[in-house]
């Protein structure tokens, strides 16, 4: 079915990098939510009135929220179509992950509204009136939001969409909410204990905590995310596979969106060769590694030393003295200012998030000290960085 509704209606569906064919995924998404949950509030919100059920009219409103969302996705997708402009020269790719934010928000609300009614429910009960053919509706719901679910998350991961992610995630929440409901209306049934208000009140607190999932998913890349580790590896080994590029460090990658993204580097080149050559170099891994990955790729050009045995000597002492303080350390940009009574070593010197600014002017003195004791004319002028790189999950 997943795969009829994507070749139907999405044309060139397999050129996921094209913006229109992403902009149709977001569409067909979108309307495939809309309808499904319109379909699922009438069912349910009827449901709950015949058997005056809170825990179910909660459901309801929840399948209506999760409408309006496809609503906002669906304005979002065709925002985030929008070309680059004047005003905004990477596009409008940002508003898939605003809509996205907008969504979760919704459902957080829903969620809060329908824990204070099952409050209420609970300090004034009804009885629940047990049908079979509501019972089956739900149980047929279940096998709807779950079928959603799968077919949001495989569009989703298809496209890299947050927006589709996140609906996912909601169904698969709404999965998990459909089933406690049903689970306290048979219990109510078959016992007659009546749990609704307290089912209820699990229902309402799935709900917010998906809200919050999908909030905390869709700020990061707004907020600015490290670098993904394959992406990383991806650009810095493409790089560095030209002959004239001895090493790089400091990638930068900038997302505007999905798709969307501007990515800086520096690139390490022989400090004896030209430097027209090696800009030439620069400038035609600029333009093919942007073709290739689709990545506008810009290079900064740090010239090394690759011959002077007395530099690498010295190269070769910082980098011990640094792994065997931690290993963690590394270290770029090493440059040598010999003079007669003082030489000075230039570097950028790496850290990891979790050093202090205490830490990090410690371990400067302790290097500069170290260094001393191998020469007192070492005079260590240390700018201490750190990594764009995220971790791995």
């Given at each position: 079915m997943i795969n009829f509704l994507v070749k139907r209606f999405v044309k060139n569906y397999e050129n996921t990098e094209d913006t229109e064919v992403r902009t149709s995924y977001g569409v067909l998404s979108s309307l495939v939510g809309i309808v499904c949950n319109v379909l699922l509030f009438a069912g349910k919100f009827l449901i709950g009135l015949l058997m005056k059920s809170m825990a179910v009219t909660a459901d309801a409103f929840n399948n209506l929220s999760d409408a309006a969302s496809s609503v906002i996705s669906f304005v979002g997708v065709k925002m985030a179509s929008k070309p680059a402009d004047r005003d905004h020269p990477f596009g409008h790719g940002r508003m898939e992950y605003i809509s996205a934010l907008i969504v979760s928000f919704l459902v957080i609300e829903v969620g809060i509204t329908f824990f204070k009614s099952s409050v209420e429910k609970i300090r004034n009960p009804e009885d629940i009136a047990f049908s079979w053919v509501p019972f089956l509706i739900l149980v047929l719901s279940v096998g709807v939001k779950l079928w959603m679910s799968v077919f949001n998350r495989k569009l989703g991961k298809r496209i890299d969409s947050k927006v589709m992610l996140a609906a996912a995630a909601d169904s698969m929440g709404d999965v998990i909410t459909t089933s406690a409901t049903i689970v306290s209306i048979i219990i109510s049934g078959f016992t007659g204990i009546n749990i609704d208000g307290a089912a209820g009140i699990a229902v309402s607190l799935i709900v917010v905590w998906s809200g919050i999932s999908i909030a905390r998913d869709t700020l990061e890349p707004l907020i600015g995310q490290g670098t993904d580790p394959k992406l990383y590896e991806n650009i810095k080994t493409l790089v560095e596979s030209y002959d004239g590029i001895v090493g790089t460090h400091d990638l930068i990658v900038h997302n505007y969106g999905p798709n969307r993204s501007m990515a800086s580097i520096h690139a390490e080149v022989p400090r004896d060769v030209d430097i027209e050559v090696s800009h030439e170099i620069i400038d035609r891994v600029e333009r093919e590694v942007t073709?290739?990955?689709?990545?506008?790729?810009?290079?900064?050009?740090?010239?090394?030393?690759?011959?002077?045995?007395?530099?690498?000597?010295?190269?070769?002492?910082v980098s011990n003295i640094l792994h065997a303080l931690d290993g963690q350390l590394s270290f770029h940009d090493f440059r040598v200012v010999f003079g007669q009574e003082q030489i000075n070593l230039i570097f950028d010197l790496v850290v990891p998030y979790s050093y202090t600014e205490q830490e990090e002017d410690r371990l400067v003195q302790q290097v500069t000290a170290l260094m001393q004791e191998v020469d007192s004319r070492y005079q260590c002028v240390i700018t201490v960085d750190r990594s764009y790189l995220a971790e791995e999950k």
């Open positions: 073709k290739k990955l689709g990545i506008f790729l810009v290079i900064h050009m740090d010239p090394v030393e690759l011959h002077d045995a007395r530099v690498l000597a010295i190269k070769s002492k």
